[in-house]
């Protein structure tokens, strides 16, 4: 059982910075596979980044690169993502989420959800 829980979601303008926090509790394990994903209204959710739980490979969406960043710390058993340069194709509810076994960035095959942060940028 793994429970997540997102939090640092907000409204911003176009061109700020938003740092998402996702802490996990009940039992982990090193080798979990943590991702961002987002939704906007009416549309299919989207990958956005991921991080091995023990490791240190990273992976982007094309939209976010270079302005997106996701990172670890094992020890408060906490996921982040550093949003900079913000824009409003950027508004959508971002999800926390972990996959047992790697399997890659398609959210069907994660197996735990947080609830979700509501990001929105204004243009």
């Known amino acids: 059982q793994v429970q997540l829980v997102e939090s640092g979601g907000g409204l911003v303008q176009a061109g700020d910075s938003l740092r998402l926090s996702c802490t996990a509790s009940g039992r982990t394990f090193n080798s979990y596979t943590m991702a961002w994903f987002r939704q906007a209204p009416g549309k299919e959710r989207k990958f956005v980044a991921r991080?091995?739980?023990?490791?240190?490979?990273?992976y982007y969406a094309d939209a976010v690169k270079g302005r997106f960043t996701i990172s670890r710390d094992d020890a408060k058993n906490t996921v982040y993502l550093q949003m900079n340069s913000l824009k409003p194709e950027d508004t959508a509810v971002y999800y926390c989420?972990?996959?047992?076994?790697?399997?890659?960035?398609?959210?069907?095959?994660?197996?735990?959800w947080g609830q979700g942060t509501q990001v929105t940028v204004s243009s």
């Open positions: 991080i091995m739980w023990s490791g240190s490979s990273t």
């Open positions: 989420a972990a996959q047992r076994y790697y399997s890659g960035s398609d959210y069907r095959t994660y197996d735990y």
